[in-house]
Structures are given as C-alpha cells and as structure tokens.
C-alpha cells in the first residue's frame, strides 16, 4: 500500500487557508478553527496524504513519529490483546486528530490505528506538532478538547 502525498497549497484568504492539497475544501475542524496567526504557523507544517483502506498508521508499540489530522474519511482506533484481537475504543473522522497520545505528553502507541473507510489527512511530525502546541494557544486547547471528546464519545466496541 503506498501513500500518494502532497503539500497543501494553503494561502492567506479564508478560502484558501480552508483548502487541503488538490484545492477542495478542508473538512478537519481542528483545522478550521485555527485563527489566522496561528493557521500561518501550522499550515506550512503539514502534508497532504490520501490514505487507503487497511492502512495503519501506528501499531502498539511503536514510536509515533507523526500525527494525523483527518480530512475525510474514518479511523479506527484498535486496543490489541497480546493474543493479537483487538477491539476497537474510538473512531476518528473530520472532527479530530489521530495520535492523541502525543497530546498527553506519550511517545509511544497504546493502541492500532488503521484506516477504516478511505481516508485524507494532514500529517505533522511530532517535534513540529510539540512546538506548535506551545506557540498556538488555540490549537492546544482545540487538541486537549479532541482528546477529552475522544474519551467521552466512545460510543460502541467492535471485537476483530
């Protein structure tokens, strides 16, 4: 499974800073709810990807090395057994971002991400995504808040 990736082609406007990397409109409410300032400082961070059914983008117990905002699409977040079942404890989509544990100050995967319906996102590498944290009071709080959402909204377990 390859990812095709691209750089977003975010401008100043309104219209353009909501667009992902082929010119359509960016969905990520994260996103879209940056202001300005701080849209300037994250958008030139991410990257395009159109990701595939059955992709994983972090395994337990891997190093997150990138997090995830999703465009389209859905995520499914998968807690795996050591028999290897798994049982899924949350979905991600438009609303919300994929490597929740960076959030929390963990570098490591407690959990399986991998991509349930085919899927856009922009992805951010961890360090960038630490120092924007500090500088983007809105991002922060808008990430700490899809955290807490993420925890709250659990609403049903599917066994694989």
Known sequence: MTTQTTRPQFGRSRQAANSNGDGNNTHNRILQSL???????????LEFL???????LHEVPDTLKSGYFCDSGMISIL???PDKKS?????????GFVGLPLIAGFRSAATR???LIEA??????????ISLLRQC???NHLA?????NFFLDIPFYRTH
């Open 113 to 115: 991400a991998v991509v």
């Open 144 to 148: 700490l808040r899809s955290r807490e």
């Open 79 to 81: 807690s795996v057994f």
């Open 35 to 45: 202001p300005p300032r701080e849209r300037d400082l994250v958008v030139p961070k």
């Open 120 to 129: 856009t996102a922009f992805r951010i590498e961890v360090a960038t995504l």
């Open 137 to 139: 009071p809105t991002l």
């Open 87 to 95: 049982v899924e404890v949350g979905l991600v989509g438009e609303e």
């Open 50 to 56: 159109r990701l595939t059914t059955h992709q994983i």
